[in-house]
DNA sequence: TCTACTAACTAACGATAGTTAGTATAGGAT
DNA sequence: ATCCTATACTAACTATCGTTAGTTAGTAGA
């Protein structure tokens, strides 16, 4: 028995496990997807599945923590290329542009993490949650310190964080890279309308 | 046998039910909700249900067509309320006013709708998207109004959109009345929000 | 060549899901 | 007083779920 269920080495076949897993739980959910679903999709029977992971939500919680540790750590990269001495703008912007590039370019990743968490174990739920908050809480930073610094203007800025993190959630759902706007371009758009929410 | 299931006449013991269920799916999730569980928390046993209702996917139909005609007729009347002759801005910030009022008020009818739609029939789900899509086409045609008008300009009339839209819907995933926030004062925000996104 | 391991298979288990059948009871209408 | 309808109950059915057991074919290393 191996199961490698650790996100980092892994089999072929595990990964063929997670894609099938992921398109099908966030196209139909994670409760209504059976584990006779996912064998078919990758082509072996259901009970296959347990030489790779131990349980079906095994499969989830690799792929929501995988999601979660991606996006912080693409947020984290993009804010680390800014100067120390970056403006609060600058920092909204660069977080704004990595968020609305992670959506977009993982819609199922996001899907499963903002529909599919109750699917978790409470351990696992818990967790994923304090991932979830210290993505969120990197925003509340560079908003707490343009409303100090005096160049953001916001009526509440618990309220404006949740709506710049939310609306860019909401691109996971809708955007596809064969429609009539490049990665690039939403993000621009997405820059454009983030500035205009905090500038007076 | 009786069997209401139609959102207009209904006994005390089917409001009960609709009750339980819609708080049990907006939590829990549909599929992870058993019959028993709603009918123990309205204090019967699960083969009572049937009396009320045909089956468990006729409780989700009439939780979320209820919804969703709620939503959309709520939305109408507030823009009822405005002249003839108003601007899209106060076209906007009247949508905006009464979409965030629903979503913070019916924070578990809206969660419903944004997750739960995947347990409907195919045919159930056509015509929520149907009532759905009415709703945010009504945004979209503000949108288009103010844009010809030349009093919005926005890098992209259907991404902004979708940007309010959502913005809004995330109200009913946190919002809680006894918070320090009055309804009255979310909506402000918000249109202070949805205002500056459509301002050049 | 023998051995150990991986990963697939078939078969089946126990639990639980939604649902149905049949029955009992209470209250209103005739 | 008697029917009738509504609504509750108990009991059970059937299907399907996640999961386990036991087995087998292929493969890399000693």
Known sequence: MSVDSSPGMSSATADD???????L???GGYEATTMREIAAAVGIRAASLYNHFGSKEDILWDLTSTALEDLNSESEASMATLSPDATPTEKLLTFVRAHIAYHAKNGEQATLVNMQMGGLSKSHHRKSVALRDRYESRLRSIMQEGVAAGVF???????????????????????RPEGNLSVPQLCDVYEILANRMVAA
Chains 1, 2 share one sequence.
């Open 153 to 175: 203007h916001v009526p509440d800025e618990r309220v404006a964080s949740f709506a710049i993190l939310q609306m860019g959630i909401a691109v996971s759902g809708w955007y």
């Open 17 to 23: 496990i997670r894609r099938a897993a992921l398109r």
């Open 25 to 27: 739980f966030a196209t």
